[in-house]
């Protein structure tokens, strides 16, 4: 049924599988036997820091986005950044991830003097960085400060469907464009989709993967949507966990090397989700390293998980996690095997 290892899929094998043809197993079968001939049984951990929950975008989707009221926002200070990178690198961490919402009071100076504290606290980490669409002199300036890695979802690759998915303020051109210029700096790229959001359909899904095909990103995120309660898209239904797990599949045949995450939001839809996501190709978990204290606040979507433990518990949960599906986390930098 699965052609392995190739690039070359036809739209219609494609839209069988992302479908569901009935042959789900045997696709993940044949996704794990590929990512096991180039990471082995390793699954590479980065601690995620979510930096801010301020945001200037309204993505509809999106539950910390500008219009929501009921949102406590929070920003970290460059110490509590620090202290969770400290606590992290103790409990074998390489790389953190600082994430956020579009925050202007997160200035460009801020970013470099916090990307290159932790690089001379930790120079044998790496820094990723994901806050969104910024200028290419911002993206250079933080790659001159140290970061490593960016991480920008392009979220659909159909631009009507952007268009659904966002205000008009915001472009898919835009997106694109940040993407292009994060891989000509020389960052590693990550860039993705969620599956099953409002009025997506399979071709759109083709599309996304097409997409990636011309991007090449070194990690690729993709998650089930989610709805939040406060936002314009509450009424519509999450998306489908084994359509996300498929896709996930063909992602690891398509881009055998790259790194994949089995994310939170796999998690969240289903309890051994993510587990579920390593077994068909996944190579990458994101435990969390954000003060619990403002885990709650950073609710891109209801009932995240993971917003009670403390970064100690969260590791040793998803190491357990991983070891019952058959792999084992490695706490080395954990670069892309291209
Ligand atoms: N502001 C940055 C950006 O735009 O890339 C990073 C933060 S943004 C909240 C991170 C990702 O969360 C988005 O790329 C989106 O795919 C995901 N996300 C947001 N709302 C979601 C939802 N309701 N369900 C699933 N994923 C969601």
Not at 134 to 157: F, V
Request: with cysteine; glycine share 8%; charged share 25%.
């Amino acid at each position: 049924m699965v052609k392995k290892q190739s690039m070359n899929f036809s739209d219609n094998e494609l839209r069988r599988w992302i479908d569901g043809d009935g042959c789900e197993q045997e696709l993940f079968a044949e996704a794990d036997k590929v990512r096991r001939e180039r990471y082995g049984t390793d699954v590479y951990i980065r601690g995620l820091i979510e930096l801010t929950n301020y945001c200037r975008n309204n993505c509809y989707y999106c539950g910390i986005r500008r219009d929501n009221r009921q949102v406590e926002r929070y920003r970290l200070s460059k110490e509590e950044v620090l202290s969770c990178c400290k606590e992290g690198y103790r409990l074998g961490f390489r790389t953190f991830v600082l994430q956020g919402g579009e925050d202007a009071a997160l200035t460009d100076e801020w970013i470099c003097g916090t990307v290159s504290e932790i690089k001379t606290q930790h120079p044998d980490c790496a820094v990723t960085l994901s806050l969104g669409e910024k200028s290419h002199d911002s993206y250079k300036a933080y790659y001159d400060a140290g970061a490593n890695r960016y991480l920008l979802r392009h979220e659909t690759a159909h631009a009507e469907h952007y268009r659904l998915l966002h205000p008009e303020s915001m472009s898919l051109e835009t997106r694109k464009n940040c993407l292009w210029d994060l891989k000509k700096l020389g960052y590693e790229v990550g860039s993705g989709f969620m599956v099953g959001s409002p009025h997506q359909t399979t071709d759109h899904l083709i599309g996304d993967l097409r997409f990636l095909q011309e991007l090449q990103p070194d990690m690729i995120g993709i998650g089930p949507f989610i709805s939040h309660q406060n936002t314009p898209f509450r009424d519509y239904k999450n998306g489908d966990l084994h359509q996300c797990l498929r896709l996930v599949a063909i992602l690891r045949l398509m881009f055998p090397y790259a790194l994949i995450p089995a994310t939170t939001a796999l998690g969240t839809i289903d309890m051994n989700g993510r587990e579920l996501g390593l077994k068909a190709g996944a190579n990458v978990v994101m435990p969390n390293l954000s003060p619990v204290k403002v885990r709650k606040k950073y609710a891109l979507y209801d009932d995240k998980i993971c917003t009670n433990e403390e970064a100690a518990e969260c590791k040793m949960c998803l190491e357990n996690r991983v070891a019952s599906a058959g792999y084992r986390i490695v706490t080395h930098i954990g670069s892309v095997k291209k």
